[in-house]
């Protein structure tokens, strides 16, 4: 079984940039594709991107496309979401997942193991 574990959530003003990383350890996650989710208060778990195990297939939502970078590094067991020009509705708490293998998906139910999540707040 694979652990998630992610970091890099904090406070920002809008405009600015953050990283989140996900750490997996225990089983090698190498062959999962990972994702990111976020949900915010009062809101359901939206799907934000993901990247197949190779780097070389990546899919993003609609709200983040341009401003947001999923990517991984198999060496490291990292999977990190590069966040630019922020706005106060991406605060949300940040959620990594690992999912199917050899297909990326947006939907939340093809993803088996979560981390814990890490607090994004983006103020105006």
């Known amino acids: 079984q694979v652990q998630l574990v992610e970091s890099g959530g904090g406070l920002v003003q809008a405009g600015g940039s953050l990283r989140l990383s996900c750490l997996a350890s225990?089983?090698?996650?190498?062959?999962?594709?990972l994702g990111w989710f976020r949900q915010a208060p009062g809101k359901e778990r939206e799907f934000v991107a993901a990247v197949t195990r190779s780097g070389g297939n990546d899919y993003y939502a609609d709200s983040v496309k341009g401003r947001f970078t999923i990517s991984r590094d198999n060496a490291k067991n990292t999977v990190y979401l590069q966040m630019n020009r922020l706005k106060p509705e991406d605060t949300a708490v940040y959620y990594c997942?690992?999912?199917?293998?050899?297909?990326?998906?947006?939907?939340?139910?093809?993803?088996?193991?979560w981390g814990q999540g890490t607090q994004v707040t983006v103020s105006s």
């Open positions: 225990g089983r090698t996650f190498i062959p999962y594709t």
């Open positions: 997942a690992a999912g199917p293998i050899g297909t990326v998906t947006p939907n939340s139910e093809n993803y088996q193991v």
